[in-house]
């Protein structure tokens, strides 16, 4: 038990919401809404097994939480205080149903604690048994009549663990929301079911892992822990059940007293062979934090619950993703071209050719010919530093991040109409918002755990959901309405929406009046966009775009979700910029709930770009041009720099054909899969003087190289990350460097100081401080202050103050107000025509990321879609007579590929949809080069193809254990324990003679 400590304070304020209860005797002060539970813990330690986080709420399952409340036993988790209410929770009574309770749940699970992989201190059941000092059982553990699940790629469930406290359930069905999970109450033998009683495998399970992070045992585990994490536990299967037997057989003699010493020995023993680092989710910009258990180079698991971002969530990449790290295919020495391929070289050798070789090109074309290209799955001090040597030693604003592929336009939206290029508050804004508007992302596989709280809030709490999308992905199809304007139109029925308000009487103008500027300018450009104009060049129903402004209207707060579908368009800058403005329009910034959120691909996409990986801008968005900001870079850099804007990526790609550029320096980016038209790409790079590729793997872009450095990634350094709600989180090194790769920023800095920089930085840490010198966005910023898992979300201030959300005293202007930016429509560059008849989409795969180079080299990953395919719909697919598993070529103006189909309604009519995986070649080959104006960004995804039906037949691509297979979730709100209840073997312990739960009869 833990004992109550004398810094506790028990007090007896009352206020409207505080108000004296009192527990075993003791008066304290309790608040309105809180868990009788909660209240208790504040003053004794109680066993409470079902009962988890206020995320997941009461569960009310394994009733080890009795306690008397005016004579009456409830369950703590299951009732909230109210005034004066008198708790008894240290009576025998009380205490007596709690070990009745508990002795119940062990009916269910077999103490083996010793040879249990999960036995590490962190078991609740073991936990439990220890606090309760449980010596026997009452009713004997009896098996249940189920073989254990292995069918998942990642984890397994064994029955015969199962304690049925439902927090599995609770997590599936309320937290995550895939509705996966429940319990069969009324089985003879309940147990966990998957889409009510399929195997695991091919149910419709995504692995995101949380119903295994929050099982209170061993039922639900990781299979990377099984065998692994105990000292015992790796023993043959027929030697483990003997010794499982030995413990069971001196038990009734000797106590769990004894047994379970022994296992607390063990478990203490663990922790010299087992370590748990704090990292940040490499994947994705949601910003996930956790830790990662690993033995050596083993990693057991990854355990989330102290992230900020998302406590016990996880997606399949973050909770199983991370194989890759030690794949075969890891680069771990230096390659150096040779003919047509490569030989390993030395670090020495290689870095005296990349210096060499640049010294020589930025004295004969000027250091304007070299171009640096940072990635933004490095962490901020690696990119900043990279920034930094082509500034500071190259001496040419040429650096850019991948940003330029997906969310230049939405920051530009942002900087033009409110200031900051970032989602303007936290997901918990979002969770909290009255209405979630969707446009153009697939939130649920491409931002999952921030999907899980759109999700729940729209499950739990009345959230209206409202999704403009193409296609009828996951979050569409949750949607109160879906609809599908017809792509590259997106503009103009936000623009009609913004009209609706003002003709409408829904436009906010007290607020706009005080806060924004440039409203006449602004109604005269939304003068085109009526409601009849936006159905006809949207296509679609005008009612509908109606009943959208009326809830857009009415709702007492919103938040605009956005990503690619918007800003891989010509008008993509434009379109993010009607977004803001429909926000300012209807007074959805400058409090918490609502505001702009372009949601982040990359982990670290918006860091990238914070910290000066941009043509135009020093770190913190400080304009090259600017005299005075220049000048102190150049005192604190100690050299000249240049005031002309760089080139992007893609200004760069057209030099090298212009002979303008000669060299580039390219860090952590497959750009010959990431950016559009690959094969314009690749004629680039074969014509580069000196290309020098720094990479953990050997990517389609390696191909190009002269010279490739081996990197090491996440994993196995130190740094921050900076995810889309703006905050930066600490990762610490988990694993040592690979071989002789090395972290980017240790490799930038031996070019640069080979370049005569001289530079001295030791740790990363050293980096941040200078970062933090010169940018005001991240002035306050240190290593000490995001020690562990605490988190900053920029502008932070000196002080260490941050902003979780924007905007609450006025927009990053001069005079504090926002600007209306006008803005017009124009018609797609490319579209279907008679030639290339299809319009082909493209977005990412929930268990792959991007173009696959990690998430193909997980095992469990490409067991399950190992890959890619072309979606089309069903009447396509009768009307060219095919069927999911044909092979067709696609053909564009731009390139052509061969790939099989897959047939579904969630693409309709002509329209065709490509996952990005690139393995058997960069799916970029078909997109073009036109570009969104003001930012360069490539329109990915307005392509037209056609496609041509070729003789073979093959399997489906998509495999039986995916879970869209034949997944069919079974909805539930949580694990509906009534029905546990109404069981005529159930009675409250402590009420009646108890019978354990193994028969309906
Ligand atoms: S989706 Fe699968 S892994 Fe995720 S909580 Fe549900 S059952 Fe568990
Ligand atoms: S599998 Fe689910 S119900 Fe069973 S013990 Fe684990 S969390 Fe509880
Ligand atoms: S990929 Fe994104 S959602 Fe998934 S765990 Fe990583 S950060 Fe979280
Ligand atoms: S913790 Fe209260 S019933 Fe389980």
């Known amino acids: 038990m833990i004992e109550i400590t004398d810094a506790l304070e028990i007090t007896t304020e009352h206020t409207e919401t505080h108000f004296p209860i009192t527990v075993d005797g003791k008066v304290i002060t309790a608040k309105e809404g809180e868990l009788v539970l909660d209240a208790v813990l504040r003053c004794t330690e109680i066993p409470h097994v079902c009962y988890h986080s206020p995320l997941m709420g009461p569960i009310q399952t394994c009733d080890t939480c009795l306690v008397e409340v005016n004579g009456e036993l409830i369950r703590s988790c299951g009732h909230t205080v109210t005034e004066n209410m008198k708790i008894v929770a240290s009576s025998k009574r009380a205490q007596d149903a709690r070990s009745e309770a508990f002795d119940v749940i062990l009916g269910n699970h077999m103490l083996y604690c010793t040879v249990c992989d999960n036995n590490k201190e962190n078991c609740t059941v073991h936990n439990v048994t220890l606090a309760l000092d449980v010596q026997h059982q009452e009713r004997p553990y009896k098996p249940k009549p189920y073989e254990v699940d292995m069918s998942n790629p990642f984890y397994r469930y064994d029955p015969d663990q199962c304690i049925l406290c439902g927090r599995c359930v609770q997590a599936c069905?309320?937290?995550?929301?895939?509705?996966?999970?429940?319990?069969?109450?009324?089985?003879?033998?309940?147990?966990?079911?998957?889409?009510?009683?399929?195997?695991?495998?091919?149910?419709?399970?995504?692995?995101?892992?949380?119903?295994?992070?929050?099982?209170?045992?061993?039922?639900?585990?990781?299979?990377?822990?099984?065998?692994?994490?105990?000292?015992?536990?790796?023993?043959?299967?027929?030697?483990?059940?003997?010794?499982?037997?030995?413990?069971?057989?001196?038990?009734?003699?000797?106590?769990?007293?004894?047994?379970?010493?022994?296992?607390?020995?063990?478990?203490?023993?663990?922790?010299?062979?087992?370590?748990?680092?704090?990292?940040?989710?490499?994947?994705?910009?949601?910003?996930?934090?956790?830790?990662?258990?690993?033995?050596?180079?083993?990693?057991?698991?990854?355990?989330?619950?102290?992230?900020?971002?998302?406590?016990?969530?996880?997606?399949?990449?973050?909770?199983?993703?991370?194989?890759?790290?030690?794949?075969?295919?890891?680069?771990?020495?230096?390659?150096?071209?040779?003919?047509?391929?490569?030989?390993?070289?030395?670090?020495?050798?290689?870095?005296?050719?990349?210096?060499?070789?640049?010294?020589k090109i930025k004295q004969q074309y000027g250091p304007d010919s070299i171009g640096v290209i940072v990635s933004s799955k490095a962490t901020n001090e690696d990119g900043f530093l990279m920034q930094k040597f082509a500034r500071a030693v190259i001496g040419t604003n040429n650096v850019d991040n991948c940003s330029r592929y997906c969310q230049s336009p939405a920051t530009m939206g942002l900087f033009r109409t409110v200031g900051y290029g970032g989602d303007s508050g936290s997901i918990e804004d979002i969770e909290k918002s009255a209405l979630v508007l969707v446009v153009g992302s697939n939130t649920t596989e491409s931002h999952p755990?921030?999907?899980?709280?759109?999700?729940?809030?729209?499950?739990?709490?009345?959230?209206?959901?409202?999704?403009?999308?193409?296609?009828?992905?996951?979050?569409?199809?949750?949607?109160?309405?879906?609809?599908?304007?017809?792509?590259?139109?997106?503009?103009?029925?936000?623009?009609?929406?913004?009209?609706?308000?003002?003709?409408?009487?829904?436009?906010?103008?007290?607020f706009i009046s005080q806060w924004v500027n440039n409203l006449s300018e602004y109604r005269k450009s939304l003068e085109p966009f009526t409601m009849e104009y936006a159905s006809q060049i949207c296509g679609v129903p005008l009612e509908t775009l109606e009943t959208i402004a009326h809830t857009i209207g009415s709702a007492e707060s919103m938040c605009i979700l956005w990503a690619m579908g918007i800003t891989q368009h010509t008008m993509a800058s434009d379109s993010s910029t009607a977004i803001s403005n429909l926000l300012l329009t209807t007074g959805n910034y400058m409090r918490?709930?609502?505001?702009?959120?372009?949601?982040?691909?990359?982990?670290?996409?918006?860091?990238?770009?914070?910290?000066?990986?941009?043509?135009?801008?020093?770190?913190?968005?400080?304009?090259?041009?600017?005299?005075?900001?220049?000048?102190?870079?150049?005192?604190?850099?100690?050299?000249?720099?240049?005031?002309?804007?760089?080139m992007d990526n893609h200004q760069m790609v057209d030099a090298v054909y212009d002979g303008k550029l000669r060299a580039i320096y390219l860090a952590g980016e497959d750009m010959i899969s990431a950016d559009s038209n690959a094969n314009h790409v690749a004629g680039a790079f074969e014509k580069l003087e000196l290309f020098v590729v720094q990479d953990i793997f050997f990517t389609e872009t390696c191909r190009y190289a002269d010279v490739i450095l081996p990197a090491a990634p996440a994993l196995e350094k130190e740094g921050t990350f900076t995810s889309t709600e703006r905050r930066i989180q600490r990762l610490y090194q988990a694993l040592p460097e690979l071989g002789e790769s090395r972290a980017d920023w240790k490799i930038t800095q031996e070019i640069a100081n080979r370049m005569g920089a001289g530079w001295n930085y030791e740790h990363p840490s050293e980096i941040m401080d200078e970062l933090a010198s010169l940018s005001p966005l991240y002035a306050g910023v240190s290593f000490d202050r995001l020690a562990g898992y605490k988190s900053l979300q920029w502008p932070v201030a000196p002080d260490g103050t941050d902003q979780p959300v924007l905007y609450l005293e006025g927009f990053d202007f001069p005079d504090k107000k926002a600007r209306f930016h006008p803005v017009a429509f124009r018609e797609p560059l490319e579209r279907p025509d008679a030639d290339f008849d299809l319009f082909l989409n493209n977005g990412r795969l929930l268990e792959h990321f991007h173009e696959g180079n990690m998430t193909h080299r997980v095992a469990g990953i490409y067991e399950e879609t190992p890959e890619r395919y072309l979606e089309i719909s069903e009447e396509l697919a009768k009307e060219r007579e095919i069927e999911s598993g044909r092979w067709v070529r696609v053909t564009s103006r731009h390139g052509s590929l061969v790939i099989k189909v897959v047939v579904t309604s969630r693409v309709i009519g002509k329209q065709v949809y490509l996952p990005l995986l690139s393995q058997e070649g960069p799916v970029n080959v078909l997109t073009g080069s036109h570009t969104d104006d003001a930012t360069n960004t490539p329109a990915f995804k307005e392509t037209a193809v056609r496609i041509k039906v070729l003789p073979d037949q093959g399997t489906n691509p998509i495999k039986p254990l995916n879970f869209r297979y034949s997944g069919q979730p079974t909805p539930q709100n949580g694990v509906e324990v009534e029905r546990k209840w109404k069981r005529s073997d159930y009675r409250m312990p402590g009420t009646q003679p108890l019978v354990q739960i193994h028969s309906q009869k």
């Open 592 to 646: 918490p709930g609502c505001g702009a959120f372009p949601l982040r691909g990359h982990n670290n996409v918006q860091g990238a770009s914070d910290v000066g990986a941009m043509p135009n801008n020093y770190p913190g968005y400080q304009d090259v041009a600017d005299a005075s900001i220049r000048e102190r870079y150049e005192k604190a850099w100690k050299t000249s720099l240049s005031h002309d804007h760089g």
């Open 449 to 510: 755990v921030l999907a899980t709280r759109v999700k729940r809030a729209h499950k739990l709490f009345g959230q209206k959901l409202i999704v403009a999308d193409p296609r009828e992905h996951e979050m569409a199809s949750r949607a109160d309405i879906h609809f599908r304007p017809r792509p590259g139109t997106d503009l103009v029925w936000l623009c009609a929406m913004s009209r609706y308000m003002f003709d409408n009487g829904f436009a906010k103008l007290d």
């Open 173 to 359: 069905q309320n937290v995550q929301v895939n509705e996966t999970l429940s319990i069969g109450w009324e089985l003879e033998h309940p147990r966990v079911l998957w889409d009510g009683g399929q195997q695991i495998g091919g149910s419709s399970c995504v692995s995101c892992g949380h119903c295994i992070t929050v099982c209170p045992c061993n039922a639900l585990m990781e299979k990377s822990m099984l065998g692994e994490a105990g000292y015992l536990s790796s023993m043959p299967k027929e030697a483990l059940d003997k010794m499982i037997d030995v413990v069971k057989a001196i038990e009734p003699e000797m106590g769990y007293g004894a047994i379970m010493q022994v296992s607390q020995t063990e478990a203490k023993m663990r922790e010299d062979r087992i370590k748990q680092t704090k990292t940040v989710c490499t994947y994705c910009g949601v910003g996930c934090s956790y830790d990662v258990w690993t033995k050596d180079r083993k990693i057991l698991k990854i355990e989330p619950l102290h992230g900020e971002a998302n406590q016990i969530s996880t997606c399949v990449k973050g909770k199983f993703g991370w194989d890759f790290v030690n794949h075969k295919d890891r680069l771990q020495k230096p390659l150096l071209r040779e003919g047509n391929g490569f030989r390993e070289a030395s670090w020495e050798e290689a870095l005296s050719f990349v210096t060499s070789k640049l010294g």
